[in-house]
């Protein structure tokens, strides 16, 4: 199953992106889709995940109060809005469907992942 990300570019500091996650629906429809980025040099660290209705919202740390996960299940569709970016932020972001319809940040729950796109943020 291919999940395909998009929406990537080069922003300055302060701008803000939304990234795009399709899949088909038997992908998402009954499972948690989560985000990822992986930096240069840098292990794939989690960054956002939703549950399979939409009524659940993870964040990390590094990015709460600054990037939104939503859904469209008519699409089938995942988004990232991601706001106030910094340099920090650069890095390829890969959106992942669970197995399961609640994940958060553990890798080994997500099964399915896209080929990611790159997000780059100059100062």
């Known amino acids: 199953v291919q999940l395909q990300a998009s929406g990537g570019g080069l922003v300055q500091a302060g701008d803000s992106l939304r990234l795009s996650c399709a899949a088909p629906r038997r992908t998402f429809s009954n499972n948690a889709v989560g985000w990822f980025r992986q930096a240069p040099g840098k292990e794939r660290e989690f960054v956002a995940s939703?549950?399979?209705?939409?009524?659940?919202?993870y964040y990390a740390d590094s990015v709460t109060g600054r990037f939104a996960v939503s859904r469209d299940s008519a699409k089938n569709m995942v988004y990232l809005q991601m706001n106030s970016l910094k340099p920090d932020d650069t890095a390829v972001y890969y959106c992942a469907a669970a197995r399961g319809s609640y994940s958060g940040s553990e890798r080994n729950d997500y099964i399915y992942w896209g080929q990611g796109t790159q997000v780059t943020v100059s100062s």
């Open positions: 939703i549950s399979w209705n939409g009524g659940r919202t």
